[in-house]
């Protein structure tokens, strides 16, 4: 089926510094979403990116979507210890109706 | 409250004891899914279903058993549990389909599994 590959699989940061994960596909996407998982958590939905080229921003969060829509980042600016989590993208699978999850990027905060 | 409840949330089995993991939702939601999460290998796909009696086989079938008798529920079956099934289990419910946008996950909790 299809794939989305995600990178890295873990980061550690110094609390203040920013944080990016990159989320790749072989296809193009119709849309992308972002999830969080805290430790011990289920994942919960951040935000869904759909047009080509988009940006969002969710507070110190920016998701930006590819102009060829097969790849996607969230970028964190200034890390803060509530940021600590599993960040995974997700992406149509090989039906409309599946969603497809990348491998996720394990983020520590250190204080 | 809108949510999707899976039970039991932790159980301990024992290898070819036959297991039932429970899901509901009550948003009404169309699409139901079932994932297993593994360290480094992310959250997989192991089934799912469109609507009532429709469902279909995800990336990681093999071992399980899925039925979809009322919209609201979406109960997983391992017939004959093993080792190598021992997991955390989600949920999954959307409203629709990609690309309409409408294929928003809400997650359970999880269920921990672990297969002596």
């Known amino acids: 089926g299809q794939q989305v590959m995600q990178i890295p699989q873990y980061q550690h940061v110094q609390e203040g510094e920013d944080f990016t994960t990159y989320c790749n596909s072989s296809?193009?996407?119709?849309?992308i979403q972002w999830y969080k998982q805290r430790p011990g958590g289920h994942p919960v939905f951040l935000i869904q990116?759909?047009?080509?080229?988009e940006v969002k921003k969710q507070k110190r969060l920016t998701f930006q979507f590819g102009e060829a829509k097969k790849n996607s980042s969230l970028h964190i600016t200034a890390t803060q210890t509530t940021d600590v989590g599993t960040y995974f993208c997700?992406?149509?699978?090989?039906?409309?109706?599946?969603?497809?999850f990348g491998s996720g990027t394990q983020l520590t905060v250190l204080p | 409250e809108a949510q999707v409840t899976q039970n039991p949330r932790y159980l301990i089995t024992v290898t070819g004891k036959k297991l039932t993991v429970t899901c509901s939702q009550n948003?009404?939601?169309?699409?139901m899914s079932w994932y297993r999460q593994d360290p480094g290998l992310g959250l997989r796909q192991i089934y799912y279903?469109?609507?009532?009696?429709?469902?279909d086989k995800g990336d990681v079938p093999e071992g399980y058993k899925v039925s979809r008798k009322e919209k609201r529920n979406f109960p997983l079956i391992l017939e004959s549990p093993s080792p190598n099934q021992t997991s955390l289990y989600f949920c999954?419910?959307?409203?629709?389909?990609?690309?309409?946008?409408?294929?928003?996950?809400?997650f359970g909790a999880g269920s921990r599994l672990t297969v002596l």
């Open positions: 999954a419910s959307s409203l629709g389909k990609a690309p309409s946008g409408a294929n928003v996950l809400t």
């Open positions: 296809t193009t996407l119709s849309n």
């Open positions: 990116l759909v047009k080509s080229g």
């Open positions: 997700a992406g149509p699978g090989g039906s409309a109706w599946q969603l497809t």
């Open positions: 948003m009404n939601h169309e699409y």
């Open positions: 279903s469109m609507n009532v009696e429709v469902t």
